[in-house]
């Protein structure tokens, strides 16, 4: 599986961006995809993820209101949009993808359970 991330950029505070991430290959063998980020000098860190099924979310306390994921089956993509964003959000944002046949917010949001990961995209939000 083949996960390509975009969208990223530099936008000021209270601005928005949306991330898009395409899937090809052997899709059918994933059932969630999601997002990590992270920033200089800090461990990565979960965001968000979403299930292709019944296309449930997930999201970490810190952008719990602010950030949405979606997913478009038929494109195999997710989205991330990201709104109200603050200079706290800036960091790499990795596209990832789990075969895990489970939902679980314990597991999701653990880096060390996703079996496919996309190239970053820098996201930059100035104050």
């Known amino acids: 599986v083949q996960l390509q991330a975009s969208g990223g950029g530099l936008v000021q505070a209270g601005g928005s961006l949306r991330l898009s991430c395409a899937a090809s290959?052997?899709?059918?063998?994933?059932?969630?995809m999601g997002w990590f980020r992270q920033a200089p000098g800090k461990e990565r860190s979960f965001v968000a993820a979403?299930?292709?099924?019944?296309?449930?979310?997930y999201y970490a306390d810190s952008v719990k209101g602010r950030f949405t994921a979606s997913r478009d089956n038929a494109k195999n993509t997710v989205y991330l949009q990201m709104n109200s964003l603050k200079p706290g959000d800036t960091a790499v944002y990795y596209c990832?993808?789990?075969?895990?046949?489970?939902?679980?917010?314990?597991?999701?949001?653990?880096?060390?359970?996703?079996?496919?990961w996309g190239q970053g995209t820098q996201v930059t939000v100035s104050s």
């Open positions: 990832v993808a789990t075969t895990f046949p489970y939902e679980s917010m314990y597991y999701y949001s653990d880096y060390a359970n996703y079996d496919y």
């Open positions: 290959g052997r899709t059918g063998s994933t059932y969630a």
């Open positions: 979403i299930s292709w099924r019944g296309g449930n979310t």
